[in-house]
Every structure is written in C-alpha cells, then in structure tokens.
C-alpha cells in the first residue's frame, strides 16, 4: 500500500515453514509515542510498565503495529493523540513496520508465538482467513453486544464480509478501498472521444484510440488490465466472478461464466506489449512504491483505482493534473456499480488485551465516533468503515469541494459489490490470480489455463 492508503495490487505467498529464516532479517522502521511521557516503547516490544492516570486508576497499554509510512503517519499520530486524550484508561503506542507479506506476517506469527503480540494489528495482505483458521486471532463476536450491540449494522454489508471468518466477526477496517474508473478530460478530448463509455464494448474501443508510440517506446495509452499491480482480483466484482466457489466449498473459477468472460476480456489486452507497459511503469516509479503511477502522470487515459488517487497522489506527483480528470463507475457486465470490498483491517492476536483493543479499534473505524473520523478520513483518501461517517460535516464538505469522489460511495452500498470470502488459502488465490493475468497478457496462458491455473493454486494447502 503506498502512503496514501490504497491495497496492494501484488500479493505475496505466506509460507510459514520459513518464517524463522526471515526474522532475522526484520528492523523496525519507526514508532510513534503518543500520550504520557516516557511511556514508549522499544523496538517491536510491548511496553510492560503502565502510566496512571490517578492514584486509583491503571493504565491499560495498548501497541498499534501498522505498515504505514510517510505521511499517513501524520494521520495516525492524530488518531492516536486524540484517542488517549479521551480515554485516560487505555494508552494506544503506535509502531510501524516492513510491509513487505512475508516479513510482517513472519513478525506478527514471531510475536504471538512468544506470547507478546501486538494488542492491534492493521492487516492489508490477504491473510486474515490463514490466521483465523489457525487461531492466531481474537473472535469479536464476544464484544457486539450492549453497546456494540448494532455494530456489524453500523458497517457497510461488504465491510462486515471482509472481516467475517466461519460466522465470526475476526477484522474491523478502519477504511475500506472502493474502486471506480479514472480518465484524464484531456487525453479523451485530444483523441476525440466525446462521451464517457456506457458499456464495456466501447470503453475497450475507445481506450484503443488513445495508444500512441515513439519508436518501441509507449507515449500514452488507453488503459491497461495489469498496471499497478491491479489483475484479474480488482475486476470480478464486474463480472460477477468474486467468489467463485463450489457446492464443496472449493474454488471453482473454470466452471464460473463471468470468471471465463472476464479472463477472456483481460486476453483481448495481449495486443499491447506487456513488456513496453511494465517499462514505461517502471520509468516512471511505480514498481518502486511511489505515487507517480502511469495514469497520474498523465500517460493514460483510464485506469482503475481509489479516492486516493485524486487526494493525494495527484496533488503530490501531477497537480497540474487538477480540475482535467473525473471518475465513473467501471463498464461491467453486470446490472450496476459495483466495487470489490477490500480495506485496511485491524484484528487483535491472541494473547493481548482483547476488550480494550476492540474499543480501539471500533472508535477507529468511527462508531460512535463519526465526527471525528469524518474530520481525519479525507485527508488520507478513505471510505470509511460505515456510511455515517460520510454524513458527517468534514466529510460532506469533502466531497462537494471535489465533484470526482460522488463516483465513490454509491458502490460501497451496490447488490453487486463483494468481499473476497476469507478463507486459509486466499493469499495463494490473490497470487495465483496475478500469475495468470500476467500469463494471459504475455500470451503464456490461455483463458481456461489461467483459470485453471488459479483452481489448482488456490486450492493447494498452504
């Protein structure tokens, strides 16, 4: 994920029978301490000591581990600043960690394993299902009563698929990605398409219009299935092929219609070199996690992403960018908008203070805290974890100040958006899916392949 807030595109396999080798190798990049002095922590491990409030009154000490960096920093700090400030009985310390799957998943299972865990965790690999299923992970269900009685209602529907394991609430996001389709006004004026496409026939044509060269180098293109990261995962909520799963509760993308019709889709992209766009992605940064992606660069005409693209990472990397794009709802196949539900998740490990740490990570996600979270949200580029959040006044004014982000919400609320359905596998299903985009792309694979391809992988024992 880069600063701004947004997946990544590319996942890792988890392969725990190498954790050991890869834990020698993990640092800390940097923590922050907020609240009452000298009650930091070093390094990765939990602070012991507790700060009192009164004479009578002990502080419950809670450790943050996220992988963020940069700037959303800054937000966090403002999260963890006000939240001490209002609960004097719990005293959140924030760390961050590599992002890279394998080396923070390796720390995560480390520090459970040594019984000193973090109290929350904020996950964006795909391995929230692995970890339920092990019983690495505290079960919330436990909390959702009294006060927390409502707050699975609270959520958006999509939110509380993406954190359920087995009938079990096991991940809270405290923002969740929604996807919609950027275009660049000028590039589509200066290649004459006057109308946004309606259909996904003539998105394809006229994304085809916008392909220019210079020798065997790219100048500017239309759109690409694969840049970023983003392959076959980030479009099956437009072909109804999220959750292709059988009656025996195995993956089944090879029997799914709208998994075959979009596999076939993607291979329709094999006319364009996949070798000149990963050049020209790698010229301009992308591969090395910054924010100056192809289509903010103004190379593209469309490209598929979140809130955050026109937030940050435009006003950072292309702000002459500013005011000449829009967003609109991908041209699926199926009846509506829709959105593939994905986030930032906080669990809680086993092992740590689990009643505090759900309070936490609740007041987080903006429950009973709408006012707030409304006030922090736009400037990170996030949907929130519930639709009061975006009533707020922060967040309204957010979104009229910037006509593009309308394209955004009505997607979180969609019949036709999904969740991914967790389960020990899906981080071999999101790498097998990135395999066979790439293959079919390059000509490696055909339809059928890849999707069998994806069957096979996904269905392995991890």
């Known amino acids: 994920m880069n600063d701004s807030g947004g997946m990544h595109g590319a996942w890792n396999r988890r392969i725990r029978s190498k954790f050991a080798v890869v834990l020698a190798g993990v640092t800390l990049l940097g923590v922050i301490s907020v609240g009452a002095a000298n009650a930091g922590i070093a390094g990765a491990t939990r602070s012991k000591s507790s700060s009192v409030v009164t004479k009578h009154q002990s502080v419950v000490d809670i450790t943050w581990w996220t992988m963020w960096s940069g700037a959303t920093l800054t937000l966090l700090n403002k999260m963890v600043t006000e939240f001490n400030a209002t609960h004097p009985g719990i005293h959140v310390t924030e760390t961050n960690i590599p992002s890279d799957s394998t080396t923070s998943t390796a720390k995560l299972l480390s520090s459970i394993a040594a019984g000193d865990p973090p109290d929350v965790f904020t996950e964006w690999w795909p391995e929230i299902g692995s970890f339920a299923a092990d019983g690495d992970l505290v079960n919330m269900n436990q909390f959702l ?11 958006y529907p999509i939110a509380v698929q993406a954190g359920t394991y087995n009938g079990g609430l096991y991940a809270v996001p405290m923002s969740l990605n929604s996807w919609a389709l950027y275009y660049n006004k000028s590039l589509l004026t200066e290649f004459g398409i006057k109308h946004l496409p309606k259909s996904l026939a003539q998105f394809d044509a006229d994304q085809a219009k ?6 065997k180098k790219i100048v500017t293109m239309g759109f690409y299935p694969d840049t970023d990261g983003n392959g076959f995962q980030f479009y099956t909520t437009f072909f109804g092929a999220t959750n292709c799963i059988n009656a025996a509760g195995k993956y089944d993308f090879a029997s799914c219609p709208g998994a075959i019709k979009e596999m076939k889709w993607i291979a329709s ?7 000149q766009v990963m050049a020209l992605q790698t010229a301009l940064g992308e591969v090395a996690g910054g924010q100056t992606d192809i289509w903010t660069n103004g190379k593209s005409g469309f490209e598929l992403s979140g809130p955050w693209v026109g937030a940050q990472n435009v006003p950072t990397s292309n702000p002459d960018l500013e005011g000449h794009f829009g967003v609109m709802a991908f041209p699926g196949i199926v009846g509506g908008p829709s959105t593939l539900g994905q986030g930032n998740f906080n669990i809680i490990p086993k092992g740590a203070h689990a009643a505090q740490a759900f309070e936490f990570i609740s007041w987080l996600a903006g429950y009973n ?48 958006s999904a969740a991914p359905v967790l389960t020990p596998t899906q981080a071999q299903l999101f790498t097998a899916e990135n395999t ?6 390059q000509k490696i694979m055909t339809p059928m392949q890849a999707l069998k391809y994806i069957d096979t992988q996904a269905n392995a024992s991890s």
Do not use: C, H, Q, R
Request: hydrophobic letters at 35%; glycine letters at 10%.
């Open 269 to 275: 992209y094999d006319k364009y070199s996949y070798a």
């Open 210 to 215: 916008m392909w220019t060269y210079s020798g």
């Open 436 to 441: 066979a985009t790439a293959n079919v792309l």
């Open 369 to 416: 805290n709408e006012s707030f979270v409304g006030s922090i949200d736009p400037s990170g580029g996030w949907v929130p974890a519930g639709p009061s959040v975006t009533k707020t006044a922060p967040y309204v004014k957010w979104i009229k100040s910037n006509s593009w982000l309308s394209g955004f919400l009505p997607e979180m609320t969609s019949k036709y």
């Open 145 to 155: 009563t009294g006060a927390y009685a409502g707050f699975e209602a609270w959520e």
